[in-house]
């Protein structure tokens, strides 16, 4: 069983530019969530997709975007760069989305993006 | 919207138990309380999780006030591979499985 892979691992940008990170479900897991993790500080949720769709969204502006592929991988997008969304960006999976009590999400290693 | 308190760090000896506190005095009687470590930057990995009452596996325990509004991680034989900072997380209701982290708890584990 393959565990959650994101790419790539470190990444530098400038200031307005954009930027797409990628993020490889664990097998057999249909909703991937993303998260933001600025330096000391836990991570903050960004938003969530179940089966291609958006399943919820965090306090983020929508310069942040995402999209699910149907073998549902994901990608987070980020347009228009700034200094602040320097951080760790997480991408976790799960089994199931909507209608269930508990799920557990399993995270990927991360992707660290620096903002010069 | 993090709904949990936890102390900003801990020490604990190598061996010995180290006991976690997290509060989360506003729960709700249909959420769940899970609990989450980080090492270093890596992702986060899942530790346990638990509704009412208390839980046990592998790793640690899950002690769960009758008032829900309050629980303790327990790592019964801390090791230094367990440094790391520790997430209480109550996941809100009606959002899916969405995860609301808070600061979290620094654990250093002492030789």
């Known amino acids: 069983e393959t565990g959650v892979t994101q790419s790539p691992t470190h990444l530098i940008k400038t200031r307005g530019q954009q930027v797409t990170l990628r993020c490889s479900s664990q097998s057999g897991h249909n909703t991937v969530s993303w998260y933001q993790q600025a330096l000391g500080q836990g991570p903050q949720f960004i938003f969530q997709y179940y089966r291609e769709e958006e399943n919820g969204r965090g306090n983020f502006p929508p310069r942040f975007s995402g999209l699910q592929f149907p073998n549902y991988s994901s990608e987070l997008n980020v347009n228009a760069l700034e200094l602040d969304d320097s951080a760790l960006y997480l991408c976790?999976?799960?089994?199931?989305?909507?209608?269930?009590?508990?799920?557990?999400?399993?995270f990927g290693p991360g992707t660290r993006l620096t903002v010069l | 919207d993090a709904k949990t308190t936890q102390p900003t760090s801990m020490d604990c000896a190598e061996g010995r138990a180290a006991n976690l506190p997290c509060n989360h005095s506003?729960?709700?009687?249909?959420?769940?309380v899970y609990w989450y470590r980080q090492i270093h930057s890596q992702g986060p990995q899942y530790i346990i999780h638990g509704l009412k009452n208390n839980e046990t596996n592998e790793m640690a325990s899950l002690i769960i006030t009758e008032d829900r509004k309050s629980s303790t991680l327990i790592l019964p034989h801390a090791t230094l591979r367990d440094t790391a900072v520790y997430y209480c997380i109550v996941r809100v209701a009606n959002t899916g499985n969405q995860f609301y982290f808070g600061t979290g708890t620094s654990l250093t584990v002492i030789p």
């Open positions: 976790a999976s799960s089994p199931q989305g909507r209608g269930v009590s508990y799920n557990e999400q399993f």
């Open positions: 506003t729960i709700s009687g249909n959420e769940y």
